[in-house]
């Protein structure tokens, strides 16, 4: 289920801001190619669908490219769990370039936050920090912050350091597997030294990256909805109309202290079916956090950016934009895009959202899928592509 999308114009210091978020239809996923009119294409970029004023261009080609982050020098940081490595790009001419390895020999390698001189990095058991003082794009320092973490399952582990501590957490081992009296489906608040930590959220099946809203200290994450939602009343392959719309994936506010539901609660504190009868039902869905903002059920939300920059344009500053990889457990290829999820400037709630980019062809064909975005110094937004081994960038049409 989606919340309700409002169209909001309003007048801010002085300044007319008007913002436009396009509603999804009733089945939450609008058609792949939703309009003739389409945005700019560069050069080697398949046939996505580009919303009408913006420009989407290749920037690198790289296998396996997920996870990415620019440290203060515009080094682009690219993680590649299948082969345990992290690449360096820079910037040449308009055209990133790989300059080196960063770290090689990590498994699972994953989430990145570059942090006062050193990039943080994970494996799904362990969390690491390097820094390259000569510039050639390697590590020459690597420091274990932390190991034998849980790993495995949705091993995803993502990281988030602040001034006193770092956010890290690993998803369910399965589907909906009670982990309640495990490290596992939390959120963990951790000293920078890693000696210490606080629970600091709980009730989480997969989230693989986390950010402060700009100007806050709002942790927000995405979390993936759950699968064969309507398997216990008879859904099965070839025909689960309960199981493909649900239950939604979440864009979430993480509060220390807040229970987001998993795996007793879905969504708008709907229970899955399989714990209805358990007795403190009612009272876990009493204390869920609803989303903060609610997907398209089976759309795999993984990495985000908020914009900073107005690179995109004034109006897209504050909101945030998420790349959904796209479903598996659906008949409908549903997902597969780069979504806006727009922030009212004066609640800093989110209110509506809209494609940016559809990666899927106009026959429904998988041209790409993206795993996570990241703001450029220049406030462009690159996206990565898993299925095609590609990173790309998506600025103002003309630029």
């Known amino acids: 289920m989606t919340r309700k999308l409002i169209v909001s114009s309003f007048v801010v210091a002085g300044i007319s801001t008007a913002v436009f978020c396009s509603p999804r239809s009733s089945e ?17 970029v398949p046939d996505f669908w580009i919303r009408p004023g913006f420009k989407v261009s290749l920037v690198a080609e790289l296998r396996n490219a997920r996870f990415m982050e620019f ?17 360096t790009f820079k910037n040449q001419g308009g055209k990133y370039t790989k300059i080196g390895e960063f770290t090689t020999g990590h498994r699972t390698v994953h989430g990145m936050h570059f942090y006062n001189g050193w990039l943080w990095f994970t494996e799904s058991g362990a969390i690491f920090k390097g820094r390259d003082t000569n510039g050639d794009g390697k590590a020459d320092e690597t420091v274990t912050v ?16 602040t001034p006193n501590g770092f956010f890290t957490s690993i998803g369910d081992s399965g589907n909906i597997n009670d982990e309640t009296n495990t490290d596992r489906q ?26 402060y809203r700009p100007g806050t200290t709002e942790l927000y994450g995405a979390d993936h909805g759950s699968d064969w939602f309507g398997k216990p009343i008879g859904d099965a392959n070839g025909k689960q109309p309960v199981t493909d719309l649900n239950p939604p994936c979440e864009f979430n506010l993480y509060v220390e202290g807040g229970f987001y539901g998993h795996p007793f609660i879905t969504g708008n504190k709907v229970p899955r079916i399989e714990f209805q009868n358990r007795p403190d039902i009612i009272d876990l869905a009493d204390k869920t956090i609803v989303p903060a903002w609610s997907f398209g059920g089976h759309y795999a939300p993984n990495g985000f950016c908020f914009m900073s920059k107005n690179g ?10 998420v790349a959904h990889h796209g479903s598996w457990n659906s008949l409908k290829k549903v997902g597969y895009q780069v979504e806006r999820v727009c922030f009212d400037k004066v609640t800093g709630k ?21 795993v996570d975005c990241v703001e450029a110094p220049d406030g462009s937004v690159f996206f990565s592509d898993d299925h095609g081994g590609k990173i790309y960038r998506i600025s103002k049409a003309g630029s």
């Open 71 to 87: 440290d203060d020098k515009g080094t682009l940081y690219v993680s590649q769990p299948d082969l345990g490595t992290i690449s």
């Open 312 to 321: 995109l344009g004034t109006d897209l500053v504050g909101d945030a934009l």
């Open 28 to 44: 939450g996923e609008p058609a792949a190619h939703p309009s003739t009119a389409v945005g700019q294409r560069g050069e080697g």
């Open 146 to 161: 932390l190991d034998n973490l849980p790993k495995g399952g949705h091993w995803w582990r993502p990281i988030f350091v």
């Open 350 to 370: 989110p209110y509506g959202s809209q494609m940016l980019v559809g990666t899927l062809s106009k026959s429904g064909d998988v041209l790409g899928r993206p």
């Open 186 to 211: 939390k959120v963990w608040f951790y000293s920078l030294d890693g000696k210490t930590r606080k629970l600091w959220a709980s009730g989480l099946r997969n989230t693989e990256k986390y950010r």
